[in-house]
């Protein structure tokens, strides 16, 4: 299983970036899906999650950035997005996306990281 993650860059502040993030290989469910990030010097931290069920699809926000970032999922895609809007210096990290799911030989849940991509918000 691997986990590709793109749409970083170089932004403003008060701009707009998206995050998309991708899972590939013998995949049979996903629980949830979730960016997280990490600033030089500083521990990494759940920016938002994304879990899906039949009935029923939660999400969660790091105070920091509700009201600003929206993610959503498509579990069928086995993707997630990360839109983030009205940005700040402090937004400034590389973002990566983790998915905790079963594969196809059932062995279990598991957690899949996939690679960061720098997200710099400067003027």
């Known amino acids: 299983v691997q986990l590709q993650a793109s749409g970083g860059g170089l932004v403003q502040p008060g701009g707009s970036l998206r995050l998309s993030c991708r899972a590939t290989?013998?995949?049979?469910?996903?629980?949830?899906m979730n960016w997280y990030r990490q600033a030089p010097g500083k521990q990494r931290e759940l920016v938002a999650s994304?879990?899906?069920?039949?009935?029923?699809?939660?999400?969660n926000y790091a105070d920091s950035v509700k009201g600003r970032f929206i993610i959503s999922e498509d579990n069928a895609k086995h993707m997630v997005t990360l839109e983030m809007n009205n940005l700040k210096p402090e937004d400034t990290a590389v973002y990566f996306c983790?998915?905790?799911?079963?594969?196809?030989?059932?062995?279990?849940?598991?957690?899949?990281w996939g690679q960061g991509t720098q997200v710099t918000v400067s003027s």
């Open positions: 983790m998915s905790n799911l079963w594969t196809t030989d059932f062995s279990g849940i598991h957690e899949y």
């Open positions: 290989g013998k995949i049979f469910s996903i629980r949830d």
């Open positions: 994304s879990s899906t069920t039949t009935t029923d699809v939660t999400t």
